[in-house]
């Protein structure tokens, strides 16, 4: 049976995680996967939608409506580059620099929660070995 699996324990393991996620992300005027194109803005503000598509490895939809949602929000602002004016830059503002503490916090809090349990090796070789694993395309069929 597929619920035998390791792969179905993992699955149902990261759909409760990012249920969790979303849920304490609500408050802070935050849908699942915006702060993954935030946290980006975080280590470099002012990128391009090209990077944040490259960065993110996600489709260019993806990137342009979290875009939109965040800039409704005033997480973000968009404007042309001063060099490059057919280049658009993404910045955050005010509001979306002060979500970072509180996200991080978030994700750490989760991050315990699922370790909880396990001893510091443990830990150690769980991070290991999802680290380690390559992502791999499916074979043709």
Do not use: C
């Not at 929000?73 to 404007?79: D, E, I, K, L, N």
Request: overall charge positive.
């Amino acid at each position: 049976m597929l619920d035998e699996t390791l792969s179905y324990a993992l699955i149902s393991l990261v759909k409760r995680q990012r249920n969790q996620l979303a849920a304490a992300l609500v408050p802070l005027g935050l849908h699942a996967g915006q702060e993954m194109l935030l946290n980006q803005l975080w280590r470099e503000d002012g990128l391009t939608q090209s990077e944040l598509i490259a960065r993110l490895g996600v489709e260019p939809p993806t990137v342009t409506k979290t875009l939109q949602r965040l800039e409704r929000a005033g997480f973000v602002h968009r404007s042309p580059d001063p060099d490059r004016p057919r280049l658009i830059r993404v910045h955050l503002t005010e509001a979306g620099k002060a979500l970072r503490d509180p996200v991080e916090r978030i994700w750490h809090e989760l991050d315990e929660d699922l370790q909880r349990g396990l001893d510091a090796t443990e830990r150690d070789v769980l991070s290991r070995l999802i680290r380690a694993r390559p992502a791999r395309r499916r074979p043709d069929r």
